[in-house]
């Protein structure tokens, strides 16, 4: 079997898949709430156990609860572990075996994604003294843009600096992006569809996809970088850190992770989610914040629009796409150069749903994107290649 761990920025989550891609089991672990929180749904019911904040292997703490439930009977019975790379400075594949090189490439890179390459590098060491056999299966984020233009990908500084020390766009979220798209090209029945496809999370990203493949995305260098999100800033002027040394006399290093887990909308409101934000849209920069993260969203839409001409479909996923419908009408409601209307109310039942009216220029499709599926997938074309 292969269980699948996908650390995001608030949460990991995990799912177990037999050879044949069958889903047996899945769950979260939410480090957002203290205490943490293991959640799954059996039989149609949530159950919720909680954590203890101190617990620090949490692939162990996976492994007992399934060997608990009786979804697995021993550590053995896995063979593969699945897991997200989200900062590497190589194009790979869409997934490797873990070797040293691909280990020292995700260990070198903490301080420019701190968020998701510290987890994950603990998540490999957890998972190497487990004493087990099972063989660890890279799946990266960054593969599916490899399609990005030199013209878009190249950062305007000195070439033979940015060369020599890979300085480019690398974008994230490649393998939501991918599922997406996947979903898209079968429901419209080819494969050279033109979208934009909104992924609003945690972390948020925008994506424009040219006859099928990634043209352009939103986050650059790193996933600190494009729109505003939960707790990063988002695009800001470079300048800005000089500033800030001297304010908060901090190392370059800490004034990143301080743009990384300390700003974006919580630096603006203290809140740590849109939700947050709009529920409580009567206190201070409340307003103003979901203001400033709708128009950072629609700015990039707007750009892409002009780029692609002709769009098939805009696509929503992610959290915050599924649950906080104020915030897709806010969205809408910003871009005035198409006629674009969603429905008052969402009823999410499938993997993709229809959420615009007949009124709006272009359809907008909400897809509810399962990464652990596409990374299951990616896993299984790498294992059936090497027999």
Partial sequence: MMLIINIGSSSWKFCLFDMN??????????????????????????????LDDDHNNHVDLIIKFL??????????????????????????????????????????????????????????????????SAKIIIIFDNWFHRSINKNKYTIAIDQTIAIKHKIRKYGFHGISFSYSNKIMQNYLGKQDVNLIILHLGSGSSVCAIKNG?????????????????NTRSGDIDPSVLLTLKKVKNQSLKQLILFLNQQSGLYGLTKHHSISEVVNNLHKKNNQLAL????????????????????????????????????????????????????????????TLNKISTPKSQIPIYLCLVNEEHEIAYEMLNLINKTK
């Avoid at 990634?214 to 999100?229: H, V």
């Avoid at 001409?309 to 409601?333: M, R, T």
């Fill in 21 to 50: 891609l069958k889903q047996i089991f899945s769950g979260k672990i939410r480090l957002d709430v203290s205490p943490h929180q293991l959640k799954y749904i059996f039989d149609k019911n949530e159950y919720v156990y909680l």
């Fill in 213 to 229: 493949k990634s043209f352009d995305t939103s986050m650059s260098y790193s996933p600190l970088s494009g729109i505003i999100m």
């Fill in 291 to 350: 203001e400033m993260y709708t128009d950072s969203i629609v700015d990039y839409f707007i750009k892409y629009l002009n780029h692609l001409q002709k769009i098939d479909a805009i696509v929503f996923s992610g959290g915050i796409s599924e649950f906080e419908h104020l915030v897709l009408e806010k969205i809408i409601s910003k871009i005035h150069l198409i006629n674009l209307e969603i429905n008052d109310h969402l009823i999410l039942t499938n």
């Fill in 67 to 132: 060997i608990n439930k009786k979804i697995i009977k021993k550590l053995e019975d896995i063979t593969y572990f699945g897991i997200r790379a989200v900062y590497v400075k190589n194009f790979y594949g869409p997934s490797a075996f873990l070797n040293n090189a691909i280990y020292n490439d995700l260990n070198q890179h903490t301080d420019l994604c701190p968020i998701h390459n510290q987890n994950t590098i603990m998540l490999i060491n957890d998972i190497k003294h487990l004493n087990t």
